[in-house]
């Protein structure tokens, strides 16, 4: 209990500059004490020369003079005696990273305050003024602050009260009468309350966003876990299936097999009867061979006359006339029949296979992009694209960098290439698309703009070799008067105004294609939701008049 009362007192014994316990105790004309040292020496570091009291601020004219107050200072000599505690936690003093009291002498305690108009920094002993005096608690207040002097005009030493919204600048008000003058001023406080609320829509904006983000993020997540929910019963039903087929396989081989050794067993059989049979009837052909060589070499006449014809006929032979034998051919057609089944497995395999690849391409676990509406969000994807000159037919010239073509009526010497269009006037670009991309054509009279596959007909004089005539392309046809889509030979009318400048925007993941008029809205003229399987090219084509030069198109390079 002696300890706490020990701390609680020591309060009111301690010098409020240098936080210690009264040493030569002097009482100022306001009645506050202080160190006879610290007072001495705060009054000499005062810049302003004006002697004051550090807690109420009083001024005194003349400079006190100051004498030791003795009684206070017995008094301050018997409570030392009772273990009086005057010194602060050491997490009360001012770190490297604290701002530091300016009143305290010695080791400086936290600053709790800073002051716009004194200006200084308080800790809590020194600060408490602020609160009773009168005239100090119209100060400004903040939070500390090691930058005190940054609200001062280092022009005028004034506290930058005004803010300029000519030159976005906070100024004094000597400034407004200075170079500020004409300038659109406003108070500071009234620029932060309007800056505040644009901060808080900002920060709402962002709260609002954090939250679809983490929605998204959810969503992410839950899509995680239905791809590997839905991957791995794929893996689980096509290892099922897998192993029905090869135990399938598996049971067809042992059939054959089985059924190869019932025939070879039957056959073999049959063939040993036949062959047991001509064994018999070759040891009696022996038996009577022998007879009759013994016959032929009987001397006496009458009895080979008498013996002759007892002989017994020869039967009918079971030999090699009712035996048919195959060279070299015994089941030789079951190896075929199971090769030709192999072959045929093989393709339907490989055609699967391509099916099952195929079926991969529309596994897309992202969440929907957003499709562009402005041309500012276009331009975002926009593609520089040159034309291929070994793809072009011999009538297509090109400048501006292959940007360019235009149709005209001399032959180019371009070299025989397979990839060239031999009889329609189009034309394909250098590299592939990107997969998201946009760009825009410039047209002049009747132009096909189009994206195609890269190995679409070059030679042909049929439709099919043409852009949008076919499965492999997608072509936007403008002429004068009209447009049209067209694909696998089907048209489709785009009802509106004829515009000279095309855009197209692709998204080949999401499967869409879209061609707009160019314009500050961005009018939609037609789109195609479809499945893009190969890498696309960009291309141009015109329409095949004989004997007429002039139709253009060009890629226009955007900023």
């Known amino acids: 209990m002696a300890q706490r009362r020990n701390k609680i007192d020591s309060g009111k014994y301690c010098c409020s500059i240098c936080l210690d316990l009264l040493k030569d105790p002097v009482t100022i004309p306001c009645g506050h004490s202080y160190c006879m040292n610290c007072i001495k020496r705060y009054w000499d570091e005062d810049q302003r020369r004006i002697h004051s009291c550090p807690q109420c601020r009083k001024e005194f004219i003349p400079k006190p003079a100051l004498e030791k107050n003795v009684m206070l200072a017995d008094l301050v000599e018997d409570l030392k005696k009772t273990g009086l505690q005057a010194a602060p936690a050491d ?118 966003r954090i939250q679809d983000q983490e929605k998204d993020v959810k969503l992410l997540q839950q899509e995680v876990e239905a791809i590997n929910v839905s991957a791995d019963k794929a893996v689980e039903d096509s290892e099922k299936i897998f192993t029905e087929l090869i135990r399938l396989l598996q049971k067809r081989s042992s059939d054959v097999k089985q059924q190869i050794r019932s025939q070879q067993e039957t056959e073999v059989s049959r063939v040993k009867d036949v062959q047991e049979k001509l064994e018999q009837e070759i040891t009696e052909l022996k038996r009577k061979d022998a007879e009759l060589e013994q016959l032929s070499h009987t001397e006496d006449h009458n009895q080979f006359l008498l013996n002759y014809p007892s002989l017994p006929a020869l039967s009918e032979s079971k030999g090699s006339s009712s035996i048919n034998i195959r060279p070299l051919r015994h089941f030789e057609d079951v190896t075929a029949a199971v090769s030709q089944l192999r072959d045929i497995m093989q393709d339907v395999l490989r055609e699967t296979w391509r099916n099952i690849s195929l079926a991969f391409t529309d596994v897309d676990v992202l969440l929907s992009r957003p499709e562009p509406k402005t041309r500012a969000e276009f331009l975002q994807y926009s593609t520089e694209i040159s034309l291929d000159p070994n793809t072009a037919h011999r009538y297509l010239l090109f400048s501006e960098g292959n940007r360019k073509v235009t149709v005209v009526d001399e032959v180019q010497p371009y070299p025989d290439l397979p990839d060239r269009f031999d009889y329609w006037y189009q034309v394909l670009s250098i590299k592939s698309l990107p997969e998201r991309c946009y760009w825009e054509v410039k047209m002049r009279e009747e132009v096909y703009v189009a994206v195609s596959y890269k190995y679409m007909g070059r030679d042909d004089y049929s439709d099919a070799c043409l852009f949008g005539y076919n499965d492999l392309s997608w072509a936007f046809y403008r002429d004068i008067n009209s447009c049209e889509f067209s694909h696998k030979a089907l048209q489709t009318p785009v009802p509106g105004p004829v515009s000279s400048r095309i855009g197209v925007y692709l998204d080949s993941r999401a499967g869409i294609l879209c061609f707009y008029r160019v314009s500050k809205t961005m009018s939609l003229l037609h789109r195609v939701q479809t499945r893009f399987t190969q890498p696309l090219y960009a291309g141009v084509g015109f329409v095949q008049i004989t004997h007429h030069a002039g139709p253009s198109a060009e890629l226009i390079k955007l900023k």
């Open 91 to 208: 997490h009360c003093y001012a770190g490297p990273e604290d701002v530091a009291c300016d009143v305290c002498s010695g080791r400086k305690m936290k600053a709790v305050k800073s002051c716009l108009s004194c200006p200084a920094s308080y800790c809590e002993n020194h600060l408490q003024p602020h609160y009773d005096v009168p005239g100090l608690k119209k100060h400004k207040l903040l939070d500390p602050s090691k930058n005190l002097q940054q609200n001062f005009c280092s022009h005028h030493d004034e506290v930058m009260k005004i803010f300029c919204r000519t030159d976005q600048q906070c100024i004094c008000y000597l400034c407004t009468m200075d170079e500020h003058k004409d300038h659109e001023t406003v108070p500071a406080a009234a620029e932060r309350a309007e800056k505040q609320k644009k901060l808080q829509e900002s920060r709402q904006q962002i709260h609002q």
